[in-house]
């Protein structure tokens, strides 16, 4: 008689399935609603300057990113195991596609989101205590290609990443409370702006009807940067493992976190058009949200302001902390990855190693200055991998046709068809209209192979 394989959570190297559908919702909308809804209206009004064109795009990207959200919901069903698009492609392409995915998320995809995402919650911190926000250098450590600079704003955002990486040391227990709280705190404080700049705001009903006819390929480039800022719907796939019932739970989780993020970024996007005519905000410089609040406040805002985008991007760190190291721990335990980041504490069920090495990593990036561009080069492999993993779902159908499946995507095969098809037209068109940029983060990725080659021949 064959061995019967070993339930995750039967297994020593196991997590702890403590997450229900509101938990996996919270990292979804943490996830999601970052410095893109903040940043990217204004490049979309530039190129679709008609108000209900405009919402039309950002109301097809949440289409889009919610047949993305079903079809992982499918997967992480069928596998609900720690790691996200890592097992999925890892199921369906091999084990190398895999790790590129894993490789990538852990040099540029979480870590370097984070050091940005810390370094600009230092930025706002200096607001009310300026040294934070201090650039000015007081050690350099030269390393031939790069400086690693110490500055006092460096030290802030490392300590934050430190303190959140702490948190989710400690396990789900302090973790999960952590992180609904700042999710919470982050809706409340974008949907009480949207209120109050309806309610009390200095703006203008006009301004939605203004604006001419739209050609439809600019609607369509319109699209890529509006994707873009939903990257992340599919961060609760990431704990599948670790989340109760995921045959129900985490397609909930998935589906409520992504239908809260489009319903807050059209809300948003109202907002902007009424507080600015589009033509206006299409030139804005500096964050549209910014522009909008001081157009329907005045400068008097700009200290509750920052204080509410402080809460707000630490619920991003921290919903990044969360996931990443979930894809490290599968890679370790899959031998593709140093085997002390499959550790799990036995107190507190967390992957610590993982944790650590990611923060250790992303406090280099902030060090080093380089996370932005490391986020940028390798923009479009999140959409890359992401429609992989959606691909995967017709590869495992009729590979598996007769597996049971706890939840089926709604709208197959259509729907995860075009999700796939439209990320291929992102990535096509981040190759082509940006090869530099886009060549630079093909070099990240294959920087990958020869790691991929040592840690198998290793093993």
């Known amino acids: ?76 069903a069928l596998r609900p195991r720690a790691g996200g698009e890592y097992v999925y492609l890892r199921e369906a392409f091999g084990p190398f596609a895999a790790f590129l995915t894993g490789w990538t998320s852990f040099v540029a995809g979480f870590a370097g989101a984070i050091a940005a995402s810390a370094v600009g919650l230092s930025s706002y911190l200096g607001r009310f205590l300026p040294a934070a926000a201090d650039t000015t250098p007081l050690a350099t450590l030269p390393l031939g290609l790069l400086d690693l600079t110490v500055s006092p704003q460096a030290i802030v955002a490392m300590a934050v990443i430190a303190l959140l990486s702490v948190v989710h040391m400690f396990g789900l227990g302090p973790g999960r409370v952590v992180q609904n709280l700042l999710g919470g705190l982050k809706v409340a404080l974008l949907v009480g702006f949207v209120a109050v700049g309806f309610g009390w705001g200095q703006g203008d009903v006009a301004h939605f009807s203004a604006g001419g006819s739209i050609a439809p390929s600019l609607w369509v480039l319109a699209l890529i940067p509006v994707m873009f800022s939903y990257s992340g719907w599919n961060a609760a796939a990431y704990v599948a493992e670790e989340m109760r019932d995921p045959g129900r739970n985490v397609p909930l989780a998935l589906g409520l976190g992504t239908v809260a993020v489009v319903v807050v970024y059209l809300l948003l996007n109202l907002l902007y058009i009424y507080a600015l005519p589009v033509a206006e905000f299409a030139t804005v410089d500096a964050r549209v949200v910014d522009a909008a609040a001081d157009r329907l406040f005045g400068p008097a805002v700009a200290g509750p302001f920052a204080l509410a985008s402080i809460i707000m991007i630490a619920a991003s760190i921290s919903a990044m902390v969360l996931a990443g190291p979930r894809v490290y721990y599968a890679m370790a335990r899959d031998g593709v990855f140093p085997a002390a980041a499959a550790r799990v504490n036995p107190s507190f069920r967390a992957p610590v190693v993982a944790i650590v090495a990611q923060a250790i990593w992303a406090s280099l990036l902030v060090l080093s200055g380089r996370f932005d561009q490391l986020v940028e080069y390798t923009g479009f492999a999140v959409v890359l991998f992401a429609g992989l993993a959606v691909t995967s779902l017709f590869v495992l159908r009729r590979r598996h046709p007769e597996e049971p499946r706890p939840f089926k995507a709604w709208g197959y095969p259509v729907a995860p068809m075009v999700f796939s098809g439209a990320s291929a037209v992102i990535v096509l068109n981040a190759l082509l209209g940006s090869p530099a940029t886009s060549g630079a983060g093909l070099l990240v990725i294959a920087a990958g192979i020869p790691v991929y080659l040592a840690m198998r021949w290793s093993r």
């Open 1 to 76: 008689m064959s061995a019967v394989p070993k339930e995750p959570s039967a297994r020593p190297d196991a997590l702890d399935r403590r997450l229900g559908a509101f938990d996996g919702a919270a990292i979804v909308v943490s996830n999601v609603i970052g410095g893109g809804i903040f940043l990217v209206p204004a490049f979309v009004a530039a190129s679709v300057p008609n108000p209900w064109a405009m919402l039309a795009v950002w109301l097809a990207g949440g289409v889009l990113a919610f047949t993305g959200a079903m079809a992982y919901a499918e997967l992480a």
